[in-house]
């Protein structure tokens, strides 16, 4: 049987309608479902913050009032060593019953510091008078001080008592434990370090600049009880967690837990277990703070939330079974099913009946909508027969649907006509926007010097290479001559990408230029530059910059770090793996206003080469989201260890090619080389 048009458009309409109708139950079923994970994810990132906004508040009041322990204990030190003092100024000053009487007095005041300490069960001072140079030539004095001895600071007992003031010093060092009765009384345990708070005061005054007092009074006091009251309050914090989490409401199956690093639970609430294939998601919570997976189980699919508290190292973890979280979208579904199908038949038949009178106008309307679809729209009259076109002819006075239906098409032509005149003008702009940003590229990398700029000179060669991620980067390089024959060597990262960073990363490269050509050390002029650029910052922006003074002559190299990637350094005469300038001067530039940078030392000896980049080469990805990472990059020094800067920078830059395949650049890449060259003998005896 053949079917007319009006049961085949009746055909189309039922079909459509219930095409229609299935595909909003069923996207109505889908975004309830996706709205109820979202909230589970809401709860969660609240609960993430709040656990660690809990933690980190615990965390600085016990800093704070380990702090106040230290301080309090340090007035306590200063108090019994100026007793002590005193009461030595009374004894003879030479002989041998001056050091019989010191022995003595300092014999009964360590016995009545013990019996004060075991009295209010607390550490006794202890006590000892060092003679400087037996010391020095290798006594173990009574208090276990040896001269090589390190403190918390890695500054040796030598170094302690070269620079040691009228007023003393403190150090803090872990000092062998008497074998008696006078040891700790708290209970801490065997992982926590036991740590010694040392006070050395000078007994007398040196007459001679440079020289070592002849004596030296050695105070000390354990501090057992404040890496106890650390430990405790870590175990209260636990029982904290594990009482909120034990009375949280979970649906069945789910559970809340709190993770050490291992993956170990350290505090839980709910009936759930840990599912296999967790650590992959604990490993990503460690780079974007929040992680969702999806992980299989025995009882189904399970949605898993990890969220990692970096202070501690902990995560917190929530698991709900999907079939529960979507039990209320599938009830709602059944609910919508039993009410749209009544309607969607109702429609139908309304539909067929509203067709005979919809059939009879549409030739025109066909007609015209073939002639707009032959229209040539490149031509500049088009646009004006299109304006006819959609005016002339149709039943726009009709209210019927019909009616709408031409009045939209009339509206459409007249929308059309204006969205090609704006598209046009649109393209043109655009045009004219990529000839400006490709001018701000040539500009911007007019400011830098040229990458093989730098002049060779012996005991020096450099080279440097920049490709922005965009039209315009926020990386920058510069290298130059100072007045006194060194170079300067400077590197950077803007935050963020394109126009706002090339500015900042101008201004930045000035502000450089100016203070280390003004004579400043790296540390002076980072300190310079951050003032500048936190007086004049009013988008927030930062920069990591890494400053150097490097000498040709003798291979010493003058840094500073404000928050930059660690240069590598790489022999290129020993098999050693490369070396890494990681001492950090300060933080990120332009955000602190009052920060105070440190200067560091290095030297180059001939033949070592260093590479300077940012984080663009260790942070390019594969397709597979993997990062190049600095094992690779160590690899591939190792590899052209004998190339010079140019040669290293171009075979390094092939390297990341490489492994990126065809993932984007996402970052700029920017590296500088340099390295210490032979220096060759001239005909008078001199080294050029």
Known sequence: MTLTLRMRLALLVVCSVALSVGLALYLTWQKVGETIIDMEERNFATLLLVEEERLNTASMNHLASKVRGVMARKAQLRDAAARVTAQLRQLPRNGKDARESQEALLEAINAAAIAQADKWSVDPIRMDIIPTRALLEGRVTPLGLTPDMTDAKQRSVRQLLSRLTA????????????????????????????????????????????????????????????????????????????????????????????????????????????????????????????????????????????????????????????????????ALLASLIKVTVPIMAATALLALLMLIRTLRPLSLLTRKTNELARMDFTVPAALDRLDSLVSQGLPLARRDE??????????????????????????????????????????????????????EVCGFKASAFLDPAKEVGGDLYDFFSTGDGRRALIIGDVSGKGVPAALFMSMTVTLVRYALESGLDPAAALNRVNRMLEAHNPGNMFVTLFLAIYDPATGDLAYANGGHCPPCIVDAGAQTPPRLLDKLSGPLVGVLPDMEYTLFHDRLTPGEICLIFTDGVTEAMNTAKELYGEERLFRCLEQNRRATPKQLLTRVFEDIVRFRGEEPQSDDITMLAFCRTEQRATPDGAHD
């Open 167 to 330: 007023d003393g010093d403190f150090a803090v060092m872990e000092l062998p434990r008497p074998t008696a009765s006078t040891g700790s009384v708290f209970d801490v345990p065997e992982r926590l370090s036991r740590p010694d708070l040392v006070f050395l005061l000078p007994l007398e005054e040196s007459s001679q600049k440079k020289r070592l007092p002849e004596t030296v009074l050695a105070c000390a006091v354990s501090l057992d009880d404040l890496e106890n009251m650390a430990y405790q309050a870590k175990a209260r914090l636990l029982e904290d967690s594990q009482e909120k989490f034990g009375g949280m409401q979970l649906v069945p199956g789910g559970l809340v837990a709190l993770l050490d690093a291992d993956g170990a639970i350290l505090a839980s609430g709910g009936s759930g277990h840990l599912p296999s294939g967790l650590a992959a998601v604990l490993r990503q919570a460690d780079r974007l703070g929040m992680a969702k997976a999806v992980l299989p189980s025995e009882a189904g699919e399970l949605l898993c939330l990890a969220g990692s508290i970096r202070a501690f190292g902990w995560y917190v973890v929530t698991i709900a079974p999907l079939a529960e979280i979507r039990a209320p979208s599938s």
């Open 402 to 455: 019909l009616g709408q239906l031409a009045r939209a098409f009339a509206h459409m032509g007249r929308a059309l006509a204006v969205n090609i005149r704006n598209l046009m003008e649109t393209t043109a702009s655009k045009e004219r926007m990529e000839g400006e940003l490709s001018a701000a590229r040539e500009i911007q990398m007019g400011i830098l010097p040229a990458p093989d700029g730098a002049q």
